[in-house]
């Protein structure tokens, strides 16, 4: 059998924009817009201040734009900047099966690296898909032990082989030179540790902006003969032993160039950890069956799986740690009915009536469930109110899965609301319209021009 690493480059070399399936592209467009819009919003923080002033810095001179500015500079710093804006907020889509965030970790290097080099639509759509193949079969094949045997972030860890995927199609390597990127990708890239992530330290912003950058340098290495070995991924001491202590290649290799992982992604409607969105939708289909009041609650038990069971911190200290605390997630729902980004602020992290519904929730891991993962995500919510009643909801899989997909007509709503954070109504229409019209688009710039700040 030939090497999975030379799987992976046939197919990214082979593949054309004709070979696309209608339905693909359309998806490839939704990813684009729904990434642009966080990052866009992004932009606004105070994350995305110091993150835009940190390329500025180092920068090389480029044409490559960073959203929400004037600012132009090399590809691999503003897809830094763009992809560390864009996860800020929590709301990028998820490969649940392959624990990677496949969009925030492929289109901001694509489309750093498509304008600079003068490419079209098309050339950014097909290469963004290739990098959601890329980067989500190798998840396939390291899941779900990356997570579950090892304590590692997988999405942060993973995401490098979406840019370098991405990058190696828009600079039209050969087989050879695409496998040696990847290669280089799986030597080179972040093994990003969950503790960062899970007590939301302010690095933990960066991860998949990193991602981007490191993948386009892997990139860049290989077109200059540092490419790394065939074996890569699947060898003795490669990247897949290295990652999981359990892992399978034949996910990497099933219906590879037939059946395309872009559309296995689901799109957030929670700005929070895609770990605890089945949590919320049980929450809020208490509340609003039994017209639950805060006032009501006694106590909250959530159930659920091993990975999401970590996030138990009932005291968040940052945004970050509180958009991975189900305690503090599930308070908002509760108190609330929602949990948009507007919901995750300092403010509102120190209210005392949130803490205190917050101290009530007890999360704990239940094998049950387990046994379900990671094919479905799952959580029992259970509420004791006052009067002694028990209130339970079980949500299998959240909303925005394939399965129970966001419309476009939620997906717009969503659109507008993150980038009128930095654009106007009108230029945000503008946005939704190009992004949506880039299989007619010859120049990038028509997009990009409509990013400014």
């Known amino acids: 059998?030939?090497?999975?690493?030379?799987?992976?480059?046939?197919?990214?070399?082979?593949?054309?924009?004709?070979?696309?399936?209608?339905?693909?592209?359309?998806?490839?467009?939704?990813?684009?817009?729904?990434?642009?819009?966080?990052?866009?919003?992004?932009?606004?923080t105070p994350v995305g201040a110091r993150i835009k002033k940190f390329a500025q810095k180092n920068a090389h001179a480029g044409t490559a734009a960073i959203w929400g500015s004037d600012t132009r500079v090399a590809p691999a710093y503003a897809a830094l900047?763009?992809?560390?804006?864009a996860f800020h907020l929590e709301l990028d889509d998820v490969h649940r099966t392959s624990h990677t965030h496949p969009g925030v970790t492929t289109i901001p290097a694509a489309?750093?690296?498509?304008?600079?080099?003068?490419?079209?639509?098309?050339?950014?759509?097909?290469?963004?898909?290739?990098?959601?193949?890329?980067?989500?079969?190798?998840?396939?094949?390291v899941s779900p032990s990356?997570?579950?045997?090892?304590?590692?972030?997988?999405?942060?860890?993973?995401?490098?082989?979406?840019?370098?995927?991405?990058?190696?199609?828009?600079?039209?390597?050969?087989?050879?030179?695409?496998g040696g990127a990847l290669s280089a990708a799986s030597y080179l890239g972040p093994l990003a540790p969950f503790e960062t992530f899970r007590l939301g330290a302010p690095?933990?912003?960066?991860?998949?902006?990193?991602?981007?950058?490191?993948g386009l340098y892997a990139a860049d290495l290989a077109a200059h003969g540092f490419g790394g070995p065939q074996t890569a991924l699947e060898g003795e001491y490669g990247y897949c032993k290295t990652v999981s202590t359990r892992f399978d290649m034949e996910r990497l290799y099933d219906q590879l160039g037939r059946r395309f992982e872009i559309l296995q992604t689901g799109i957030k409607p929670y700005a929070c950890c895609r770990q605890h969105h089945s949590a919320i939708d049980a929450v809020l289909e208490i509340k609003q069956r039994e017209k639950l009041t805060c006032d009501q609650v006694a106590s909250v038990k959530l159930r659920t799986f091993v990975v999401a069971s970590r996030g138990t911190n009932k005291v968040p200290d940052s945004v970050p740690a509180a958009k991975y605390s189900a305690p503090y997630t599930i308070a908002l729902a509760l108190a609330l009915g929602?949990?948009?980004?507007?919901?995750?602020?300092?403010?509102?992290?120190?209210?005392?009536?949130?803490?205190?519904?917050?101290?009530?929730?007890?999360?704990?891991?239940?094998?049950?469930?387990?046994?379900?993962?990671?094919?479905?995500?799952?959580?029992?919510?259970?509420?004791?109110?006052?009067?002694?009643?028990?209130?339970?909801?079980?949500?299998?899989?959240?909303?925005?899965e394939p399965e129970f997909p966001i419309s476009d007509h939620e997906l717009k709503d969503k659109f507008l609301s993150l980038a009128t954070d930095c654009v106007s109504p009108g230029r945000a229409e503008a946005i939704w319209s190009a992004i949506?019209?880039?299989?007619?688009?010859?120049?990038?710039?028509?997009?990009?021009?409509?990013?400014?700040?």
């Open 146 to 178: 990356i997570y579950v045997d090892r304590t590692y972030l997988a999405p942060g860890t993973l995401g490098i082989f979406g840019a370098t995927a991405a990058a190696a199609k828009l600079l039209r390597f050969d087989a050879d030179t695409t």
């Open 338 to 400: 929602q949990n948009r980004r507007e919901q995750y602020t300092m403010d509102l992290i120190r209210d005392a009536a949130l803490l205190n519904l917050a101290s009530r929730v007890e999360v704990v891991a239940d094998a049950e469930l387990e046994a379900l993962y990671d094919e479905k995500w799952p959580s029992i919510v259970e509420i004791t109110t006052k009067d002694g009643r028990l209130l339970s909801a079980r949500r299998d899989l959240p909303k925005g």
């Open 81 to 85: 900047a763009n992809g560390t804006m």
């Open 111 to 141: 489309l750093a690296l498509a304008e600079q080099n003068g490419l079209s639509g098309k050339d950014l759509l097909l290469a963004v898909v290739l990098g959601y193949d890329a980067q989500a079969r190798v998840g396939l094949a």
């Open 203 to 214: 690095a933990k912003d960066t991860i998949m902006g990193w991602a981007n950058f490191s």
């Open 436 to 453: 949506f019209k880039l299989d007619e688009m010859n120049h990038l710039a028509d997009l990009t021009e409509l990013l400014r700040g």
């Open 1 to 44: 059998m030939q090497s999975a690493t030379g799987a992976l480059a046939r197919h990214i070399v082979a593949t054309n924009f004709g070979d696309l399936p209608t339905e693909v592209v359309r998806e490839a467009k939704r990813r684009i817009a729904d990434v642009v819009a966080a990052g866009l919003s992004g932009s606004t």
